[in-house]
């Protein structure tokens, strides 16, 4: 309905003609704003790794010895187990051996069976070596990860049998795996709301691992009721020119560690290409009890 009023058809001209010189400002302006963004995200990942945490070892008392068994499945159904034993072989070393094996009928369809063990400063809580053997029905696959400041050295052999081993080297300081890496963030305040960017590299590539405490909350395991703290876990590849990329299968995990002087891996909810798996303490038992 048109108006009548030459005023009113005036003001209804004049915001009209504001409306559209605002449209052609942001049309001008937008290409401008995504493209600050997308160079302020481009600075960002190449400069991820002055992201770095660079918090010195905590002071939280160290893990005592012990030993410990979880379960691992999906949906509530358990498709493997495994035991680990933390040890303090020497005031230098702390040592964790683990094993596990698929069970049931998802061992029917998938056998595998692994050995892990890890040896780390137990002064400067660096990684010095890990040994992993994954065993399935058709193969067997060693990796061997020697670590020094500058990097890491890693072999692998893959096949039935004797098979040549493959060497490959990472250079990066101050690298972590998986054992000593859960020393380092272990001995910290984990105060809420902290994030932690550590670089770590498990087993085949290096990753960006980013953790964020969530806050504290009550949880229950097969192993028994615990106040246990939340964290977050997101993982990004680190390629071979230090670029960071999208890990593939795995989208994050949650973990809970209990809140007291053991701060034990009590459960890992991680999501992943084919949904949510778990991991679950089922019992823990401590070789000097206090």
């Known amino acids: ?21 605002w449209l052609a400002i942001g049309l001008r302006i937008l290409p401008a704003i995504f493209a600050f963004l997308a160079f302020c995200s481009n600075s ?17 008392p160290e893990m005592r010895p012990l030993r410990a068994s979880y379960r691992f499945g999906w949906s509530g159904l358990t498709a493997a187990t495994g035991d680990v034993h933390f040890t303090k072989p020497s005031e230098n070393k702390f040592q964790l051996d683990g094993t596990g094996r698929t069970i049931g009928f998802v061992r029917a369809l998938w056998k595998l069976d692994v050995s892990y063990q890890a040896i780390a400063s137990a002064e400067t809580l660096r990684p010095i070596e890990t ?18 400041n500058n990097g890491v050295t890693r072999a692998r052999t893959e096949g039935k049998g004797a098979a040549e081993s493959k ?7 101050n690298l972590f795996d998986l054992f000593s890496a859960m020393l380092y963030l272990r001995s910290q305040p984990l105060k809420e709301r902290t994030i932690y960017r550590v670089v770590a590299y498990p087993a085949t ?10 806050g504290r909350e009550k949880i229950s395991v097969h192993a028994g009721s615990y106040s246990a703290i939340k964290l977050d876990l997101r993982l990004k590849r680190i390629g071979k ?9 795995f989208r994050g995990a949650t973990i809970w560690v209990s809140d007291d002087p053991e701060r034990l891996l009590l459960r890992t909810e991680a999501q992943i290409f084919v949904g949510t798996v778990f991991a679950e303490l089922q019992s823990v038992s401590f070789d000097n009890p206090k």
């Open 1 to 21: 309905m048109k108006s009548s009023d030459p005023l009113e058809r005036e003001r209804i001209g004049g915001r009209l003609r504001s409306a559209q010189i």
């Open 44 to 60: 960002l990942a190449e400069n991820w790794e002055a992201t770095l945490s660079k918090e010195p070892i905590g002071n939280f």
């Open 131 to 148: 040994q992993q053997i994954e065993s399935y029905r058709s193969k067997k696959i060693v990796t061997h990860l020697t670590f020094t």
């Open 167 to 173: 060497t490959r080297q990472f250079n990066f300081p």
């Open 205 to 214: 590539n290096a990753y960006l691992a980013t953790v964020t405490v969530l």
């Open 241 to 249: 020119q230090r670029q960071l990329e999208p890990h593939r299968k």
